[in-house]
């Protein structure tokens, strides 16, 4: 699996918490996690059932996550080099496994893209073999409300994605670099 890294870095992601964990025959489970993730708190509990597929139930909150780092590492995606969008290697596996089972998640402060930020953001993470799902997300954003569902899957060519996602009532002005306002202005409304 790829490393975690903190936004615009190239190093590893600071990590720290505690929890107390109980093995059962085949079941682990993580209970009270507290922890903070790149200053952050994180708080929670997981099982996990250890035969395949291995079976994940939960609920995490965290205070604040980046989300493109978050899901970049998850399917493996390679940090940039410098500058660069994107890097030039290879995709590493990612987190795909054969996994299945449902997490609960909500983040106070979810970064989705330099100038998106949502807030109160909710998801089910939903896990399948080869493939997760963050289903019904729901989260405010400058004034309005996205909603939608995203899915990953590794395949023999590839990672593949689908999704589709909604802003509704969103300043469009926030959404733009301030050197260009205000060029739009008004309410956005989106979907696809």
């Known amino acids: 699996m790829s490393p975690l890294r903190a936004a615009g870095t190239r190093g590893s992601l600071p990590l720290s918490g505690a929890t107390r964990i109980t093995l059962a025959g085949n079941d682990l489970s993580f209970a009270d996690i507290g922890g903070d993730v790149a200053g952050g708190g ?3 509990k997981l099982s996990v059932a250890l035969q395949k597929p291995r079976q994940v139930q939960g609920n995490i909150e965290a205070d604040s996550v ?3 780092g978050l899901v970049a590492a ?3 995606m390679p940090a ?3 500058n660069a969008l994107w890097s030039g290697e290879p995709f590493a ?3 795909f496994g054969d996994f299945a089972g449902q997490v609960a998640l909500k983040v106070h402060r979810l970064d989705l893209l330099p100038r998106l930020t949502a ?3 909710s998801a089910t993470l939903r896990l399948a073999s080869n493939e997760f799902t963050l289903d019904d997300m729901s989260g405010d954003v400058t004034g309005g409300r996205l909603t939608g569902q995203i899915s990953f899957g590794s395949g023999q060519n590839g990672i593949k994605a689908h999704g589709k996602m909604a802003l509704t009532g969103v300043d469009a002005t926030s959404l733009q670099p301030v050197r260009t306002r205000p060029a739009v202005t008004g309410v956005l409304n989106l979907s696809g």
């Open 119 to 121: 807030r109160e953001f």
């Open 93 to 95: 596996s990612g987190a």
């Open 80 to 82: 940039a080099a410098g």
């Open 66 to 68: 980046d989300g493109l």
């Open 42 to 44: 994180l708080r929670g």
């Open 74 to 76: 998850a399917i493996g």
